[in-house]
């Protein structure tokens, strides 16, 4: 650099000035590119030091303070600004429904397609992660399974209230199913279960009223129930009391007519009510709870079925019968299980009793009936 072109104070200040007007103001100090120079902001009053290169090379001067300030106000976006991305991006299929704060900080929106509202954050949804809900949904439909897997998957989302009665063949094929609590059978999509579509004649065609929900309750349970308030649809709770006990319980009508008897009389296991409804639509004569006066422990112990025609025990065995289960007591629980399981399987062997037990593996009413009928046609031959 010749003598002429050597920068000193005066050159550095032109320069700045010539870049940033009068925004700052070069107080001197200048020896070389690697010396701090002295600097005032003339916009918020900051007196700071900076390298002449990141004075020149910064949008204000290096000024921290505006620099904190310009940096914010180049990055953030408005929610006006967020939600016009996200119509250009997606049209009106999802808006956002509330303030936008930051890239990485969860907003909420609404997915206008089947109404889920949920948190995400921005950067999250501009780069293609949408709706939770249905993003499962799609998973699932995708999804095949087997048929143990698949019948298990229908019984955990409709707590035994429907089953499909054709082998598994895709989420989006049409399939025989059957309302367990009405026995309709129609052809549904198992997707469509899985999304809430229940059975068309109870939720469209034949209305619910008390005579209906009086001739069913008589139908399956005989004179046991009797219907006191009002019925309104299915899924309305009404009055029904239990003329055997007298209890009068509060129960949604779809909900009695799938086995959810008196709560005060019969709390039972839903296995056991599976082979209840079972026997009793094959109209096999049967005894709960029965009772051999010299099987025992401290006291007598019950078998949960017996069919005598066929001098046939049969013993639903929940989780609880062959591991301990924290709910069901652990430990003590089991091995106090599993000691009476064992005097009873004596006590049949002993007494030419035969014995049924069924592993809480086998659910619902068509399953546990399968394994039923195998043993009465084995005894029958």
């Known amino acids: 650099m010749s003598p002429s072109n050597k920068l000193d104070d005066e050159k550095v200040a032109q320069r700045i000035q010539d870049k940033f007007g009068d925004r700052v103001t070069f107080l001197g100090g200048y020896v070389n590119n690697k010396t701090p120079l002295k600097m005032h902001c003339n916009v918020c009053g900051n007196d700071y030091e900076r390298e002449m290169r990141s004075v020149m090379h910064n949008p204000v001067a290096s000024c921290d303070v505006c620099y904190k300030g310009y940096f914010k106000k180049k990055r953030t976006k408005t929610t006006d600004q967020f939600k016009a991305e996200v119509k250009e991006l997606v049209g009106d299929e999802y808006s956002v429904i509330s303030e936008y704060k930051a890239a990485l900080q969860k907003i909420k929106f609404r997915h206008n397609l089947c109404g889920t509202e949920y948190k995400a954050r921005p950067n999250d949804f501009l780069n293609g992660n949408r709706c939770p809900k249905c993003g499962m949904e799609s998973s699932i439909r995708s999804r095949s399974y087997s048929?143990?897997?698949?019948?298990?998957?229908?019984?955990?989302?409709?707590?035994?209230?429907?089953?499909?009665?054709?082998?598994?063949?895709?989420n989006m094929i049409k399939m025989k199913c059957r309302h367990n609590a009405c026995g309709f059978i129609?052809?549904?999509?198992?997707?469509?279960?899985?999304?809430?579509?229940?059975?068309?004649?109870?939720?469209?065609?034949?209305?619910?009223?008390n005579k209906r929900l009086q001739d069913e309750l008589t139908k399956r349970y005989g004179g046991d129930y009797t219907v006191l308030g009002t019925v309104i649809d299915a899924i309305t709770k009404v009055d029904i009391r239990h003329n055997v006990c007298g209890n009068v319980w509060n129960v949604k009508p779809v909900s009695i007519t799938l086995e959810q008897q008196c709560p005060y009389c019969h709390a039972r296991s839903r296995g056991e009510q599976w082979i209840d409804r079972w026997l009793k639509d094959q109209g096999v004569t049967f005894n709960s709870q029965q009772v051999f006066d010299d099987c025992r422990d401290e006291r007598c112990l019950p078998f949960d079925f017996y069919l005598p025609s066929y001098n046939l025990v049969i013993e639903y065995d929940g989780e609880q019968h062959y591991h301990p289960v924290k709910m069901f007591g652990g430990k003590e629980s089991y091995e106090y299980t599993h000691r009476h399981d064992l005097i009873k399987n004596k006590y049949c062997e002993d007494n030419g009793i035969n014995l049924l037990r069924i592993p809480y593996t086998v659910k619902g009413t068509e399953a546990i009936g399968k394994v039923i009928q195998e043993k009465l046609d084995s005894l029958a031959g």
């Open 186 to 209: 129609w052809k549904i999509r198992p997707n469509d279960i899985m999304n809430g579509h229940g059975c068309p004649r109870c939720n469209g065609g034949l209305e619910w009223n």
């Open 147 to 170: 048929q143990e897997e698949f019948s298990r998957l229908i019984f955990e989302k409709t707590d035994g209230e429907y089953e499909f009665v054709e082998l598994y063949r895709g």
